[in-house]
């Protein structure tokens, strides 16, 4: 397995985030919190057990309560100081679920998947971790995301220095997140994408956002070195040029994907076999049947 991320890194960066306290930098987890409790309002079951991995401000498991399908939730945290007053939290690392095997009915988990360096196993970890037709739900930013950052950061460096390192972490698309749930061995599963766009006055400001939301560089092979004032002033000016409105605000793309898959049960739709179709295409269409021309004939 790769190391791209460095978990004790992101682990001290969420909890110094959590210790300033800027609740203005929760607006992505509130948006994903929202989303993820309406599309779990969609759903006609009640789930008795519920459990929410790494939320960091527990916005998805309140918007989750609130709708009334849940019974109990557990949160799971990277640090005892991320719980709410007199709540107590589980507290694990990114990459191992702490729920014992088909123990709870429902798994969300707020935009910190992206961060795990074994992801395919810590969604094993989650199917294992429902019981048969638990739901796992998840927000997760994907391809997209701070692509105007990525782009202005890599221009600064190629022309003050003429290399670059890498300074905005990877994020998979929508496809590899479908791809994993069936891995995973979930059913029916289901990944889509929503795009957000946040303007800013200025590159400095959305930088004080990532820093409050602990999203700052955590690569493993991330450069060492610092960067100079300099970099940074001619990184804003390079923003502006190629991504602000007529109003001189910058933009920046926050690209989440959600993602559901259920726990194999019985009592759940199956494709039909090869083969097992009753109608034929053709008749459907009301035309006749015939064999294709070879056109290199």
Known sequence: MDIVFDQDLIAARRKRALRHGDGKAGF????????????????ERRFDAAVELHGYTGAAAREILATGKVGTLERVETDAGFAGPHETIKVSSLEVVPVSPESVNLVVSP????????????????????????????????????????????????????GASPRVIPFADVRDMGGLLQRAGFTLPVADTENYTVRYGSLFSLLKD????????????????????????????????????????IRATFSIIYVSGWAPHESQQKPLAPGSARTRLADALGVKEGKLKDEGQ
């Open 210 to 249: 990532l820093r409050a939301m602990g999203m700052t560089n955590p690569l493993a092979a991330r450069s060492r070195k610092p960067l100079s004032k300099a970099f940074f002033l001619r990184a804003a000016e390079i923003y502006a040029e190629r991504f602000a409105d007529a109003d001189g605000r």
């Open 28 to 43: 992505l987890l509130d948006i994903a919190a929202r989303e993820l409790a309406e599309r779990l309002n969609v759903v």
């Open 111 to 162: 935009l910190s998947l992206h961060l795990t360096n074994d992801t395919p196993g810590v969604f094993i970890q989650i199917r294992r971790a429902l019981k048969p037709d638990g739901l796992f739900l998840a927000a997760i930013p994907g391809s997209g995301t701070l692509q105007e950052l990525r782009e202005v950061l890599l221009a600064t460096e190629a022309e003050m220095s003429g």
